[in-house]
């Protein structure tokens, strides 16, 4: 699914620890412990991190699902799995893959309250045991149990943020459903103390949802009552917080919390296309490539992808459809895949069609490609109006997508895109590695310690 580096056969000093899986290096080098929860798009950032890491002489210990550790493998990195499988959160919900996707990105209060926080306190010890000679503990915002694990072995806990959404700033407030009261195109005095009340009352609502539910799990970890606002901030110390996003995209809010470096996105991962797909390409003019990334492949209306093929046929172009597990037609003009490297496809595109991902996002702007952005939910709104205003998509709510509007709007760009613009804001956000950046200032807090 990314690529096809094998792990080495052995690694030197590997050991067992008693009661895990995993298995983690042991050496006398410093260590930092990396943890992620959620979609490839909060996994690739981590994987990125980890290599650069080890590309800098630190040593890296990743808490990952089990899933996750599978494709961390891949990458010829090892990692301890924590928490259950998607199998196993889907069994306990009784619901099906899909519906935990639109869950979350709809409203992720109830499967955090209903599978993350029951396993927060395991989640957390396992992790702990990995911070045994380590320096810091990194973790993404749903990586709840490395900021527990920090505070439990007393060691300092770098946030990943991967979204602009998640500074939660009056000054520069995130667009979608949840955050529609915000002022969003008013400055002064009196719009910034309004979107200061708003986001005042969301880390109010982060409270009441989850304030008492995470001060139980700390009490059965042997921590004091939860102070910062849950999910939201943490209670462990954090020297720094670091932003995996191009200033370009977002830029650094004036109310941004304290100790934030924006360090650029993270590379993509490796991975090359299959000859086949690079020869039918070639056969004929750039395609639209269309993408819901890797958990809303089935999550747009009923006839999505029916109506993906039916835009490009308007435009008179072919289409690539990375369809993971949902159904898609078959045509001549059509190649499906489950899945390709988002890195060398998407600057053979026509243009892209995607989710607003933060990953897929990334790589769409890094292509220098025109984008058609489709939200489901979660960041994704506040993604697609940040690449909007930069001129370079257009966006249609999912729900609101059709065949004929899609090829109005996409043409419409299409015939005003500023490819030199584009090419050199591509070149800029590729130059900035924010995996290396990361992974020095990871690097900085354990060569302090």
């Not at 991967?162 to 520069?172: F, K, V």
């Not at 895109?417 to 290396?436: H, V």
Request: hydrophobic share 45%.
């Amino acid at each position: 699914m990314v690529n096809d580096r094998t792990p080495p056969p052995q690694w030197s000093g590997v050991s067992r620890l008693p009661g895990l899986e995993g298995r983690i290096p042991s050496s006398s080098r410093s260590a930092v412990v990396l943890s992620t929860i959620g979609s490839l798009g909060d996994l690739y950032p981590v994987l990125s991190i980890a290599r650069a890491l080890e590309d800098r002489g630190t040593e890296v210990r990743l808490a990952l699902t089990p899933e996750d550790c599978d494709i961390a493998r891949r990458w010829g990195l090892l990692a301890t799995p924590v928490g259950p499988s998607q199998a196993d959160v889907c069994a306990a919900l009784g619901m099906s893959r899909d519906e935990v996707a639109a869950s979350v990105l709809q409203d992720p209060g109830p499967l955090i309250s209903q599978a993350l926080m029951p396993l927060l306190p395991d989640m957390a010890r396992t992790i702990a045991t990995l911070c045994d000679g380590a320096t810091c503990v990194a973790g993404t915002s749903f990586a709840l149990g490395a900021a527990l694990a920090a505070e439990m072995t007393d060691l300092p806990f770098v946030p990943l943020i991967l979204q602009p959404m998640m500074l939660m700033s009056a000054e520069d407030p995130a667009h979608g459903h949840a955050h529609r009261f915000a002022l969003h195109d008013r400055t002064g005095p009196l719009a910034h103390l309004w979107n200061r009340a708003f986001i005042g009352a969301v880390h109010g609502v982060f409270r009441l949802r989850h304030g008492r539910q995470l001060s139980r799990v700390r009490r059965d970890l042997g921590l004091n009552r939860q102070r910062a606002t849950p999910i939201l901030d943490h209670d462990a110390t954090m020297p720094v917080r670091l932003g995996l996003w191009s200033e370009h995209f977002a830029p650094k809010p004036k109310d941004a919390p304290e100790g934030l470096h924006l360090v650029g996105f993270p590379p993509a991962p490796e991975g090359d296309l299959p000859a086949e797909v690079v020869g039918w390409i070639a056969e004929g003019p750039p395609p639209l490539v269309v993408t819901l990334g890797s958990i809303a492949q089935r999550l747009g209306r009923e006839n999505f992808w029916r109506q993906a093929i039916d835009m490009a046929r308007q435009m008179g172009l072919r289409a690539v459809l990375l369809h993971g597990a949902a159904e898609v037609p078959q045509g001549l003009d059509i190649l499906a895949l489950p899945y390709a490297a988002h890195a060398p496809l998407f600057p053979m595109a026509a243009a892209v069609v995607h989710h607003g991902g933060i990953g897929s996002t990334a790589e769409a702007m890094r292509a220098g490609r025109p984008q058609l952005i489709l939200p489901v939910g979660g960041d994704q709104p506040d993604n697609a109006m940040r690449v909007k205003r930069a001129g370079l998509a257009e966006v249609i709510p999912i729900a609101a997508f059709t065949g004929q509007r899609g090829a109005a709007e996409l043409g419409s760009l299409l015939n005003r895109f500023d490819y030199a613009k584009a090419a050199a804001l591509a070149d800029t956000i590729t130059e900035e590695d924010g995996a290396a950046i990361a992974a020095r200032h990871l690097q900085d807090i354990a060569l302090r310690a």
